[in-house]
């Protein structure tokens, strides 16, 4: 008879966790942002538990439109996508989050060893055990890192037949240099493999806007949040109330941006620092590019990408690409 403790090991998913960040180089990290001009915060401080729950949520909005007009392009599309994508031995998922994107591809791609990326560690986690239960013999090695500068895997993990999966159009969140630094990491990463990603395209700025800034006000309380992510970390003293979330279209530079606006005339502080902010001043958080299928696809090729075929929803709001290694 098996043990309810061997049973337990045989369904269990691997987790590798990156060495964290030590909380000093975090802490300069914010300290720098700060007290640059314009103050920023790197958009990697939205993901804590609760703000990982809370864009999950996001995703289910109304004004949400990238989740489901990807969902779309995978559904009408699937079957093309997979023959363009070939064999898949590891599948590696960037920004992981719950699993759920990867999960619909498990039956057309077919991984023998699913391996989601995220910086949210404990929900990471989370999402990996409930997966394991759903898939018992495939391998599953969830790996907890910022993978935002540094791309490590498992040494375990097989070099041959890799798809990189980076969906919702995450490489937005990216300046240009940044975007295509990361892509050629994820080139070097994967001989003879690929990559499908999501892009989210250009489009009038009415679309746009509220899918940043929804109704319910979930985007404004994810951006919020930060805050407080900041403060468990920098030990600083944020007031929530003393701000509010603001999402604009640049179109000159092609990306929604993400602030947060002080209220009122204020100062925060936090060990070894402090910043007045004047009323209306902004704290610059994430930016969202958005790009035509030329402009990736010719980013995708200066990586060092080829035989790139990418598929579009029925309003052209949104692409998913595919390439060649």
Request: hydrophobic share 40%; charged share 25%; glycine share 6%.
């Amino acid at each position: 008879m098996v043990s309810p403790s061997a049973l337990l090991a045989a369904v269990s998913p691997e987790f590798v966790a990156q060495e964290p960040q030590h909380q000093s180089a975090e802490q300069i990290e914010l300290h720098d942002g700060l007290l640059d001009s314009p103050a920023h915060i790197d958009p990697k401080f939205l993901y804590d538990a609760l703000g990982s729950s809370l864009f999950t949520a996001i995703t289910q909005l109304p004004e949400y439109y990238p989740t489901r007009c990807e969902d779309e392009i995978f559904r009408r599309h699937g079957a093309d996508i997979a023959r363009h994508v070939g064999p898949v031995q590891a599948m590696i998922d960037l920004g992981a989050g719950d699993c759920v994107k990867a999960e619909r591809l498990f039956s057309s791609l077919r991984p023998s060893h699913y391996v989601p990326v995220d910086i949210s560690a404990d929900y990471l986690q989370a999402a990996v055990r409930r997966l394991k239960l759903s898939y018992p013999d495939m391998r599953i090695t969830a790996v907890g890192q910022d993978f935002s500068h540094e791309l490590a895997l498992p040494a375990d993990i097989p070099t041959q037949q890799r798809l990189f999966f980076y969906p919702g159009s995450s490489i937005g969140n990216l300046g240009p240099d940044s975007a295509y630094a990361m892509l050629r990491r994820i080139r070097e990463a994967c001989p003879g493999g690929g990559l499908l990603i999501g892009v989210d395209r250009v489009k009038p700025r009415s679309v746009l806007e509220p899918a940043y800034d929804d109704a319910l006000h979930l985007t404004a309380a994810f951006n919020l949040n930060l805050l407080r992510h900041v403060n468990a970390v920098l030990g600083s003293d944020f007031n929530v109330d003393d701000w509010r979330h603001v999402a604009i279209f640049n179109s000159e530079r092609s990306r929604v941006e993400m602030h947060l606006e002080a209220q009122r005339a204020l100062r925060v502080t936090w060990p070894g620092g402090h910043r007045d902010f004047k009323r209306g001043e902004r704290i610059h958080t994430e930016n969202s590019y958005k790009f035509t299928p030329q402009a990736f696809s010719d980013l995708l090729h200066r990586a060092g990408f080829g035989n790139v075929e990418h598929w579009s929803d029925a309003r052209d709001w949104f692409s998913v690409f595919s390439a060649r290694a």
